[in-house]
């Protein structure tokens, strides 16, 4: 995957090199799926409304849908989404990095001056194809995604909430790796 990061660090998400076609299946085909399983819900409360059924089952499936449809939309525009961590220079802010990821095991594939990738094995998680961690770093602050991969290597929008915590997890070290270099000044 590669990154445009100028255009990331302005409009606040990974912003993808990429054909039109691979951006078009990236979202079609989650919210066509999303899209039939609300038509169905649909169509059965309606059936039941329609032939004076009860429509208990139906209803709890709908609103089930509706919900459900309505958390991976959610998850799908906003998993390129970039989280900012005030940090304290580019140099000490990616030694920084390099200590939590050595600390935690995790593979660093890319790293320089203007972006660090954190690769994760599928092994760490079990439920996808790999999970990658982006960090750009924009003058003293970081920008931080985390995005795991499905089949032919398309973000997966179903780990979302998954990848927000990996992302929570490296703010909360990260946050605690500044206070230890505030303290040892």
Known sequence: MQINISKSKKAGRLIKRQWFIQKLFEYLLPLMLIGIFLFIALKEFNSNLNNDKP?????????????????????IFNVYKLKRIKGISRVKNSNLIERIAK??????????QQITIINFSWKDSGTDWGKQM??????????VNCISFGLNSSPSPFHWFANKRKVN?????????????????
């Open 55 to 75: 429509i208990g089952l139906s209803l709890v499936f709908l609103i089930f849908t509706l919900a459900i449809g309505g958390f991976m939309i959610y998850s």
């Open 103 to 112: 600390k935690n095991k995790w593979n660093i594939s890319t790293n320089n």
């Open 134 to 143: 982006t960090i750009i770093y924009d003058r003293t602050d970081l920008l």
């Open 169 to 185: 997890e490296l703010t909360t070290e990260f946050e605690n790796g500044k206070k230890t270099f505030y303290n040892n000044i």
